[in-house]
């Protein structure tokens, strides 16, 4: 499933014309598909060179459909609904803007809560192109930055390099493979163990 939306998607979503999701520049400290423990890196990870308070656009036409609160994970995360199908995830947020907060803050006042998790109706926040909808932070983490996904239609998430071509001018280096056995009965090299091959860098 990850290697389609790392591979399959681009055909579908270049040529799309999105704004930065971001009032700031185009460096990233994260790229889509890097490995962390246990999973795939889902999206872009834009420097903020340690501020918190960056204004973060809405890259397209759409509305607010979720707002998250939780101590861990995405921390404070905004889900833009874009009237192309797609969505725009905007993560570890210091604030959402005044109509987004005034939701949360009233939402989990009624349940006496400090966390929400709130899907919203079509209706009620459009957004436009560039419109200020939330400020990047360091929430769920603990380094400032502006964690941004792209999702398509079945919320499967693909490359925003398919959309913004940021120039990535660092080729990777393979510095391990591990080779894990497929079955009962497959081996590796003779065993039917997992087995780690280091490189020279």
């Not at 499933?1 to 520049?25: C, D, H, R």
């Not at 964690?147 to 499967?156: G, I, K, M, T």
């Not at 065993?191 to 020279?200: E, I, N």
Request: with cysteine; aromatic share 14%.
């Amino acid at each position: 499933m990850f290697s389609s939306a790392l591979l399959g998607q681009s055909p579908k979503q270049e040529g799309k014309t999105y704004v930065w999701p971001i009032a700031s520049n185009q460096l990233l400290s994260s790229t889509f598909g890097e490995y962390r423990e246990g999973h795939f890196h889902a999206g872009f990870d834009i420097r903020t060179f340690g501020r918190t308070g960056i204004p973060c656009l809405a890259v397209n036409e759409g509305y607010v459909a979720r707002l998250k609160i939780s101590p861990q994970g995405y921390g404070k995360a905004l889900y833009l609904k874009l009237d192309d199908g797609n969505t725009a995830v905007y993560a570890h947020l210091s604030d959402f803007n005044r109509k987004c907060d005034s939701v949360a803050y009233y939402w989990r006042l009624e349940r006496e809560t400090s966390y929400c998790d709130i899907k919203i109706s079509d209706s009620l926040y459009r957004c436009s192109p560039g419109e200020t909808i939330c400020y990047s932070g360091r929430s769920g983490t603990s380094a400032a930055h502006l964690h941004f996904e792209l999702r398509d239609q079945q919320e499967r998430p693909f490359n925003p390099g398919f959309v913004y071509g940021v120039p990535d001018k660092v080729s990777p280096i393979i510095m391990s493979l591990e080779v894990v056995p497929l079955k009962d009965g497959s081996l590796v090299n003779g065993y039917p163990v997992q087995r780690d091959f280091y490189f020279d860098a």
